[in-house]
């Protein structure tokens, strides 16, 4: 039996990347004719559906759901996938977890082979690669072929699905807040470039905490990384040339590496500068001194994702409704600020 | 199209386990022949195929790896995840994870589910119930119709196949005897019960340094917990009742929270007790003071798994040989102990 051929067959085959392949089958003008031709009729050879995608068919129940992360290295992910398990078992369904590691290649692959009959629907966070390229013809495919699938998290508003956000904006307002009332003035941000949707709405929380308060917005003091990875070098530099008196990072790896390069130089932590860190993961917990943390909740947000999806996969309704569930932020105090 | 019938939906249909559906259609004695019986009859009815498992059938290329492992809070999975993928995706293979989450029951349906014709081989670290019930049918069924697999660092020797783990009984003993070469004479072991492969080896070379050294071995210094998870209530009640000098823990979780501990009650790491862990990750270098450690190459490990399992996937060649790839353990030396 002849395996059917796909986006990442295709690219190899003709030396172009999946997401040209992807827009020369949907007849993109970002595409050249020529190229488009030579895709096309590669893909009319070999006899490629665009709807492989969705082989998957929505009357063959497979009681199983995919799940596609960017990342397991942050400790959010992790909660996220407990949330989705426990609801989703309780159901009798099973989850299958892929990671796209930020990649946008490895995102398109991993639905490929998913959508491949394995599973009934998607859960979804997007890779920064994704965000990166706003391409999204590969979710569209899957939604239009009746393939639920919830982003969480990571969302675009370029697909028409159901999704679960924390209000990310709310949660460094709140953490930038709590900061300015102890005191603080000098505040720093460690965020990534906008592109990624959460850290844009962070950054947006923290520039309405700082001007509602009249504080200055000194652009020196916001540190963007280009991924989510610790640029350790970056984050270094930063703090040999800023004076601050309190940081709010993106995520947990950023803050608890940020606090060991601070207590280097002989700082005490909360007398000195103050941390606070989204995500209240096992870094924040263990940390020392523990971390004040803007808690996603994202065992909940898991939980709320598979029951969206579970009750589409489940409906016999054919009406398109779709919902974006918005999730409130705690903070969570500790010891790396004051009480 | 009606979906096949599963090992899964046979338990749940017979309300019994997955487990003993697994061992009656073995013709195991363990079950009653009642039992037996009323099982294979329910499966000769709806068709169940032992091998349905096996329906990846050796000349049907996927160009996809199936990676079962128990949790991804652990870094030490992560950094082994990252090696499979680079080895992986360098040959061209995607790679699909699949999480047990210390599950015998998720074990069994996950490899079921990607055996369905989705991947060309496996790669698995076995549950921790897996490894206390002992029951392997479900690895047996995969090998005996000839599907590669590569088990890493929780193994069993009750499965013929290719095996990467460290010497984790070395990896404990370097560990123990660096604490005695400091100086520490109650040296202390958190640990889980024996069942888990790694703890039984790591408990063992904890015991023989101490023998070679001619300490005496305190049965009421080692804290066997039952899971990998930080059992708090535990860890307190054993720092409260034994007067130690020194820690070595099997994982990192485990060391960062009894680090925690002492601290708050006011003793100064290494001075007064000194701290050794399993693992090289995130927790341990941003730990303060930042964590001694027992580094296990996970991405080694990975890259090693990966490679070993597309040469059997890729290879022409019928006869059976399998090799186990032992790795050396290294110690990395950070300021929770003395250098």
Known sequence: ???????KDIARELEVSIS?????LKNSEEISRDTKEKIQAFAKLYNYKPNNIAISLKNKRTKNIGVVIPAIVHHFFTTVIRGIEKYANAKGYNVIVCLSEESFDKEVINMEMLANGSIDGFIMSLSSETQQKEDYNHLKEVTEQGIPVVLFDRITNEIDCDKVVIDDQLGAYMATKKLIEQGRKKIALITTDDYLSVSKARTEGYRKALLESELEINEARILKL?????DEKSIRNFFNTQ???AVLCVNEIFTVFSMRLVQEKGLSIPKD???????????????????TVVAQHGEKMGEISAQMLIDKVESDDGEERFQTKILEPTLVIRDSTFN
Chains 1, 2 share one sequence.
């Open 1 to 7: 039996m002849k395996a059917k051929i796909t986006l």
């Open 20 to 24: 040209t392949v992807s827009k020369a």
């Open 226 to 230: 280009s991924t989510m990875e610790v």
């Open 243 to 245: 004076e601050v008196d």
């Open 273 to 291: 500068i103050s941390f606070i860190g989204f995500t209240d993961g096992l870094l924040s917990k263990y940390a020392n001194p523990s971390l």
